[in-house]
């Protein structure tokens, strides 16, 4: 009878996801995190795990908002963060760590981050429309430009929240900066 297979801890958790997105650019409500468990023994099922969600990565200055602690568990997707407070626009980052079955916690996953969006709350909007007469407007497409000065301090984001009746185009200094769809209904608009 051949002696058991020693067990080994967990490796650090893969695929790091919230709300099913890598990386995700208008985050609201209470996020769902998401991760695969990468252990190296064969059968092996997670028991528990660790989140930590701070204000960046673990690998620089940052303070933690939300820490989980051990928590028993054998779920790794859609995970929400109880008691979790979020401000629109800001970028987080989150990591995790699971527990084998024996008892064995593997190393916090590698840092991964996402950015909460706007709630209809936070919204200022500068609009761009066609002028002259909107009821007699047919279907036809516009081309729309906006022009904006920034100022002389360095630029360290920006953000765009744009949407559009259909298709919408973005340009940056001539530069194409995005493209797509704007899906939406009659009585509302997504950004």
């Known amino acids: 009878m051949p002696a058991p297979s020693p067990n080994h801890p967990p490796g650090a958790p893969?695929?790091?996801?919230?709300?099913?997105?890598p990386a995700p650019l208008a985050v609201t409500g209470s996020p769902a995190f998401g991760w695969v468990v990468a252990d190296p023994d064969r059968g092996e099922s997670q028991r528990a795990y660790e989140l930590i969600v701070s204000t960046a990565p673990t690998t620089s200055e940052h303070t933690v908002l939300f820490d989980s602690g051990p928590t028993d568990s054998s779920q790794q997707s859609y995970v929400h963060a109880a008691g979790l407070q979020l401000q629109p626009d800001h970028r987080y980052w989150w990591t995790v760590r699971t527990q084998d079955t024996g008892g064995a916690f593997g190393p916090y996953a590698a840092d991964a981050h996402?950015?909460?969006g706007l709630s209809d709350s936070d919204w200022y909007?500068?609009?761009i429309?066609?002028?002259g007469n909107?009821?007699?407007?047919?279907?036809?497409?516009?081309?729309?430009?906006k022009e904006a000065t920034i100022s002389a301090s360095p630029v360290v984001r920006a953000r765009v929240y744009a949407a559009a009746g259909q298709q919408y185009e973005l340009r940056v200094n001539g530069r194409l900066a995005a493209h797509?769809?704007?899906?939406?209904?009659?009585?509302?608009?997504?950004y």
């Not at 909107?134 to 430009?145: G, H, K, M, N």
């Open 134 to 145: 909107l009821s007699a407007v047919s279907d036809d497409l516009a081309l729309l430009r």
């Open 114 to 116: 996402f950015d909460t």
């Open 14 to 21: 893969l695929d790091l996801t919230v709300d099913d997105d």
């Open 129 to 131: 429309r066609r002028g």
């Open 180 to 190: 797509g769809p704007s899906f939406s209904y009659p009585d509302e608009q997504y």
């Open 125 to 127: 909007a500068s609009f």
